[in-house]
């Protein structure tokens, strides 16, 4: 383009105007001049194309072509797109069949490079590990649904490593008392099953939700004197509950209202959270998933933990995994123990 000069003005109609650039202005204008013909958009004789409309119709530049007029454009970095003759532009030599197939290649690739290999999507920018943002978020849900599904079958390949224990308590207040406690073995055996009198009447909302009323309670044991026989199955062993920090810590309360000690659980395992990850309601809010209700669960502590029992044989019984997971056990041995997960499931 030619070097900014002053505006060549003279009178018109409508103001003043310039005999190089061909604007129009009320006023005198304070700019330069471009030193080319500024065609306004849809006034562009036909003749005048941008190099991009150039390569377009398969020509280039000429040597040492010059442009012949602007066209006002915010994007350009001057505030100008050129404008050049097509009569002066030269025809663009083919491409090789060669150079057209390593082109069409390298095009193919960078698309994969931007395609989702989960979804399809084609984004405009190179995709970090191949996944979109969807894609990368399915990713996650399908592994923390496989682990929770490792997490099952390791457990039941273990069975006498832990209980599952479940509470009904009398509200979920400081102050409210365990009134039923139930201890299940994996096998599914009644460890302890018993209904616990507390030290004030029943409230009615809690009665509500697990129908255990005062004169339900009126002859059982106190928890002090249930306690040597939750210790008795619980002692160094894991403890799997439905909603672990809950029933923990109302179990902590009640041994410190007995002044005794907590009993000493080798650790406890969580199977609302695992199911939370299986079940994949996943919560952008929270950033994490939405817990669950309890499949199958009655309100009472060994109904619950049956329906704990149940759950975990749901989960281990899943087919999307294929490959053993459980540690020890042989490629051999694998099919038949995952069929025995399958048919407890059913039952």
Request: charged share 20%; glycine share 8%; hydrophobic share 40%.
């Amino acid at each position: 383009m030619a070097a900014m000069t002053a505006h060549q003005l003279a009178r018109s109609d409508y103001g003043f105007a310039c005999a190089i650039c061909g604007q129009q202005w009320r006023n005198q204008p304070a700019s330069r001049c471009p030193g080319l013909r500024v065609y306004s958009w849809g006034a562009v004789p036909e003749h005048l194309k941008t190099q991009t409309r150039l390569k377009q119709m398969g020509l280039k530049l000429a040597d040492g072509q010059q442009p012949a007029g602007l066209l006002p454009s915010s994007q350009a970095l001057d505030g100008y797109w050129r404008l050049y003759d097509v009569n002066q532009a030269v025809p663009r030599p083919k491409a090789s069949a060669a150079r057209t197939a390593a082109l069409a290649k390298a095009r193919e690739a960078q698309r994969q490079y931007r395609t989702c290999k989960r979804c399809g999507f084609v984004d405009t920018q190179r995709l970090p590990e191949g996944l979109c943002v969807s894609g990368l978020r399915d990713e996650v849900l399908a592994k923390d649904r496989a682990d929770a599904i490792a997490w099952a079958r390791e457990l039941l390949a273990a069975p006498g490593d832990w209980v599952i224990l479940d509470l009904e308590a009398t509200g979920l207040g400081a102050e409210d008392e365990i009134i039923q406690i139930g201890v299940l073995a994996p096998s599914g055996e009644v460890l302890l099953d018993t209904l616990i009198r507390p030290s004030k009447p029943m409230p009615r909302d809690g009665t509500a939700i697990h129908k255990i009323t005062d004169a339900m309670v009126a002859g059982d044991p106190t928890f002090s004197e249930v306690y040597p026989a939750l210790v008795g199955v619980t002692q160094g062993k894991s403890i799997v509950t439905y909603n672990a920090s809950a029933d923990r810590a109302m179990l902590q309360r009640e041994c410190k209202r007995h002044n005794l000690p907590k009993p000493g659980a080798a650790r406890w395992m969580c199977t609302m959270n695992v199911y939370a990850a299986y079940f994949g309601d996943w919560s952008d809010y929270w950033g994490d998933y939405r817990f669950q209700k309890l499949p199958g669960g009655d309100h009472t502590a060994i109904g619950d933990c049956r329906a704990t029992l149940k759950l975990m044989h749901d989960m281990a019984a899943t087919n999307e995994q294929g490959p053993c997971v459980v540690p020890g056990m042989s490629e051999e041995a694998w099919p038949a123990w995952l069929n025995k997960q399958k048919e407890t499931a059913s039952k």
